[in-house]
């Protein structure tokens, strides 16, 4: 079901007096500055409002489809981007094969008086956007600070996401080297961590264009100084969200090469074994091979035959069994 909220700045002080079929006239007027959070429109609302407001059709499309990448398309008059912020699944799940990210999509249209958002997903926290944008001055820097605190909360989610994962990659480190060999449970592990890693470098890495198309058009013009140290901050984060999955990428397929280096390291160990073992017991089946054949031999049906027959059996055993143990092949 459709729910719609918001807020309203009038001279830098909040006001209750917000509606959602007055948003057309709010942002006609000097000073102030509208905040309208859409959570699961339907298609109905979104074209009443693209209609009043003046959005692109397109935009109001991208915003409603199933899936859309990750993006920003700047327009004559407001600026659309679609973002994804990820949480990390709490409690974890029990299964390997569940993943431990939960991706939430939000898209926006930037107005010069006003920031639209649009939730399909009520599991993104945007009553955390609300206090970073009051702990950034309000309405002071205008709409450009909304959109920052929109964009750095999801990118802190980023972070979170990728801290969940490398944590993972260095469990999975530590399994590889703890002397036992890994079964069905480190590959389901492996296998899942490199799904949510791929899914979360499809939401990261456009990231960059977004925060650079926001940065570069915007409508708060009287706040640009203050704000773009702010918006390169952020920027910084992107990158080194970017950075930080494409070393967990090179970590994770060294994690998978290490297993299949030490399964055949592990693999030749105990055919060498097996070899040694083999070659051991070949020597009391050759010597009894030999005295059991149907023909006269020294020793036939003695005492003494019995003996030298165990007597050499025993000595070559000894003597292959201490070589191949300083060769440390058993």
Known sequence: MTQVRGRIWRDGQPTDDFRFSAISECLCSDNTLVWCDIYDPDHEILVELARELNLNTWAVEDALADVERTKAVTYRTHTFFTAYGVTVKDPPPQSYSDSALEKHRVSAFVLPRGLITVRLSDRFDIDEVSRRFDELGGQEYGVGSLVHGLLDVIVDGHFDAVQVLDDGIEALEDVLFDGVAPGK??????????????ALRRVVLPMRE???????????????????????DLYDHVQRASEWTESLRDMVTAVFETSLSLQDARLNTVMKKLTGWAAIVAVPTAITGFYGQNVDYPGIDTF??????????????????????KRDWI
């Open 185 to 198: 449970d480190f590959q389901h592990r492996t296998f899942q961590l490199r799904k949510d890693l791929v």
């Open 210 to 232: 977004v925060v650079l198309a926001i940065q570069h058009r915007r409508w708060d013009s009287n706040a640009t100084g203050e704000l773009d140290p702010l918006y390169a």
């Open 304 to 325: 003494g035959g019995f003996v030298t027959s165990s007597a050499v059996i025993v000595l070559f055993v000894v003597i292959l069994y201490w070589l191949f143990r």
